[in-house]
């Protein structure tokens, strides 16, 4: 009873810190691109893939659940508990000013364990898309003498993904699945004012969308040992194309004159829960790792999604086609080294480039950067043992040219894992 209690208890924590997962920080976050669309795509990949490039297609972990690619949970060593923390700072410019932003958040929090030694099983959840933006901008108009006019727009919101999945292994292969929830809300608004006369009429609208709707990714996975001591694994991921169920309430506001003057007029019209779909495109994942043991391990991945086709209630907006290549790999000395920590430490390093899911003007948003990261083995028992993985990732999206904006960031993350042995058969003499 005590072992269930303990159970238990783990499993309500996940919730617990679950419903935190879109928790934001810092009230400065700002991200002008995150309008457009879903807003930004977050980072799924946990600390420890992170340190090496985002590469986890391929990576057949035993002791870290992998959601990237659902066949990886039929290789479950032992029951896997993550959190993960994610923190990021940004600078913002275009050709004459820069502006810098950041955010502090739980990225992901999930369980996985093995239900038999074929069978793995995992849930969790994890954000999606992130909105957060507020940006300005003055015109002046001849509107029979010269007018100036503050367009001002601000937002926010995001998309989170609850998920359950298993996969099952037989011989060199294993291929898994992957289902739940997609759910979230965007909030966008803009406004123009007239600063300079009362006499032209000035407006604001707003709009508040909900939505949600099932999904489901397939994944498959090869292990194939070469010469003993190594090791290829070829991986592949698919999530399907989703048609969201969405609703949205919109307000529109106008006004002439000053709200203290007596010749005020003001004027509202909405629009409330009117039913639409949000189509969002599938994404392919491909990935090969080739290892050594518990010694080290290199790999790559490419991924790609069309978002040209992304539509909200039938209309395309400012998103393209993106895809992203990585690479990366992680060396740990010696990792059953006796007092001598420094050993038993894992180090990654990656890169990646490739293309955002935004376009404008005809313009790809390019994406490029380098990581670099450690794991730090916390104290082993015979039962159970756990990590503590940081990241470094350091990159560019975006360009200055055509009148857009480039965003020099530098993201920090640091995850916790935790195993142990659950299920474990009472001997009896």
Same mark, same amino acid.
């Given at each position: 009873?005590?072992?269930?209690?303990?159970?238990?208890?783990?499993?309500?924590?996940?919730?617990?810190?679950?419903?935190?997962?879109?928790?934001?920080?810092?009230?400065?976050?700002?991200?002008?691109?995150?309008?457009?669309?879903?807003?930004?795509?977050?980072?799924?990949?946990?600390?420890?893939?992170?340190?090496?490039?985002?590469?986890?297609?391929?990576?057949?972990?035993?002791?870290?659940?992998?959601?990237?690619?659902?066949?990886?949970?039929?290789?479950?060593?032992?029951?896997?508990?993550?959190?993960?923390?994610?923190?990021?700072?940004?600078?913002?410019?275009?050709?004459?000013?820069?502006?810098?932003?950041?955010?502090?958040?739980?990225?992901?929090?999930?369980?996985?364990?093995?239900?038999?030694?074929?069978?793995?099983?995992?849930?969790? &959840?994890?954000?999606?898309? *992130?909105?957060?933006? %507020?940006? +300005?901008?003055?015109? =002046? $108009? /001849? @509107?029979?003498?010269?007018?100036?006019?503050?367009?001002?727009?601000?937002?926010?919101?995001?998309?989170?993904?609850?998920?359950?999945?298993?996969?099952?292994?037989?011989?060199?292969?294993?291929?898994?699945?992957?289902?739940?929830?997609?759910?979230?809300?965007?909030?966008?608004?803009?406004?123009?004012?007239?600063?300079?006369?009362?006499?032209?009429?000035?407006?604001?609208?707003?709009?508040?969308?909900?939505?949600?709707?099932?999904?489901?990714?397939?994944?498959?996975?090869?292990?194939?040992? &070469?010469?003993?001591?190594? *090791?290829?694994?070829? %991986?592949? +991921?698919?999530?399907? =194309? $989703? /048609? @969201?169920?969405?609703?949205?309430?919109?307000?529109?506001?106008?006004?002439?004159?000053?709200?203290?003057?007596?010749?005020?007029?003001?004027?509202?019209?909405?629009?409330?829960?009117?039913?639409?779909?949000?189509?969002?495109?599938?994404?392919?994942?491909?990935?090969?790792?080739?290892?050594?043991?518990?010694?080290?391990?290199?790999?790559?991945?490419?991924?790609?999604?069309?978002?040209?086709?992304?539509?909200?209630?039938?209309?395309?907006?400012?998103?393209?086609?993106?895809?992203?290549?990585?690479?990366?790999?992680?060396?740990?000395?010696?990792?059953?080294?006796?007092?001598?920590?420094?050993?038993?430490?894992?180090?990654?390093?990656?890169?990646?480039?490739?293309?955002?899911?935004?376009?404008?003007?005809?313009?790809?948003?390019?994406?490029?950067?380098?990581?670099?990261?450690?794991?730090?083995?916390?104290?082993?028992?015979?039962?159970?043992?756990?990590?503590?993985?940081?990241?470094?990732?350091?990159?560019?999206?975006?360009?200055?040219?055509?009148?857009?904006?480039?965003?020099?960031?530098?993201?920090?993350?640091?995850?916790?894992?935790?195993?142990?042995?659950?299920?474990?058969?009472?001997?009896?003499?």
């Amino acid at each position: 009873m005590q072992y269930w209690n303990t159970i238990t208890n783990r499993i309500l924590l996940v919730a617990f810190i679950g419903s935190f997962t879109t928790l934001q920080t810092f009230a400065q976050e700002n991200s002008p691109y995150s309008r457009y669309g879903l807003g930004n795509t977050k980072l799924i990949e946990n600390a420890a893939n992170r340190g090496m490039g985002g590469v986890s297609i391929a990576d057949d972990n035993g002791f870290i659940a992998n959601p990237t690619n659902p066949a990886t949970f039929a290789s479950l060593k032992l029951t896997s508990f993550q959190i993960g923390v994610e923190g990021i700072s940004v600078n913002v410019r275009n050709s004459t000013v820069s502006n810098r932003t950041g955010s502090l958040g739980l990225t992901y929090v999930n369980l996985g364990f093995p239900l038999t030694k074929k069978l793995g099983l995992s849930f969790g &959840l994890m954000p999606q898309t *992130r909105s957060k933006y %507020g940006m +300005s901008q003055t015109d =002046s $108009q /001849n @509107l029979g003498g010269l007018t100036k006019i503050d367009h001002n727009y601000y937002g926010g919101g995001g998309t989170q993904k609850l998920y359950i999945g298993a996969a099952y292994k037989f011989k060199q292969f294993s291929l898994g699945f992957s289902t739940g929830y997609t759910f979230g809300s965007l909030v966008n608004s803009s406004e123009a004012i007239f600063v300079d006369t009362f006499q032209i009429i000035s407006s604001s609208a707003t709009s508040r969308t909900t939505l949600g709707g099932i999904f489901l990714q397939v994944g498959a996975l090869m292990n194939q040992t &070469l010469k003993e001591k190594y *090791r290829l694994s070829l %991986g592949a +991921s698919y999530q399907l =194309s $989703q /048609n @969201l169920n969405a609703r949205k309430d919109a307000y529109w506001k106008s006004y002439i004159g000053n709200v203290t003057e007596p010749d005020y007029q003001y004027n509202v019209d909405s629009i409330i829960q009117q039913k639409g779909k949000i189509f969002i495109p599938g994404k392919l994942s491909l990935g090969a790792m080739f290892s050594k043991e518990d010694k080290w391990k290199v790999g790559a991945d490419f991924i790609t999604s069309n978002w040209d086709a992304y539509r909200a209630y039938e209309q395309a907006d400012s998103t393209g086609n993106s895809w992203t290549f990585k690479i990366g790999g992680a060396i740990t000395p010696d990792a059953s080294a006796i007092g001598q920590t420094w050993k038993r430490i894992t180090y990654r390093l990656g890169a990646y480039t490739g293309k955002d899911i935004f376009k404008f003007q005809s313009t790809s948003l390019s994406v490029n950067g380098v990581t670099a990261g450690i794991g730090y083995p916390i104290r082993r028992t015979n039962l159970s043992i756990g990590q503590i993985n940081a990241s470094i990732d350091v990159g560019k999206r975006g360009t200055t040219n055509n009148g857009l904006l480039s965003e020099g960031y530098t993201r920090f993350s640091i995850g916790f894992t935790f195993n142990d042995k659950w299920f474990i058969p009472r001997k009896y003499e």
